[in-house]
């Protein structure tokens, strides 16, 4: 298994957010995202994608309700 930004994708995984939502809110195709997790990410970028984790997570929550 790739260990590359598994924090990420972990995180993503636990809250039932799934890579090409977070994709699509950073305007890019999900592929690339893909390709650009494939190598470890800086901090600020890896923050920006928790951030971005986050958001959406709360976007469901104000969904379903």
């Given amino acids: 298994m790739n260990n590359?930004?598994?924090d990420i994708r972990m995180w993503?995984?636990?809250n039932g957010i799934?890579?090409?939502e977070i994709a699509d809110k950073l305007k890019i195709h999900y592929?690339?995202?893909n390709n650009k997790l494939r190598k470890e990410l800086?901090?600020?970028e890896k923050q920006q994608l928790?951030?971005?984790i986050e958001e959406l997570k709360t976007e469901k929550?104000?969904?379903k309700q």
């Fill in 42 to 44: 800086s901090t600020n």
């Fill in 4 to 6: 590359l930004n598994s």
């Fill in 31 to 33: 592929v690339t995202l």
């Fill in 50 to 52: 928790f951030n971005i």
């Fill in 18 to 20: 799934k890579m090409y």
């Fill in 61 to 63: 929550l104000c969904r």
């Fill in 12 to 14: 993503a995984f636990q």
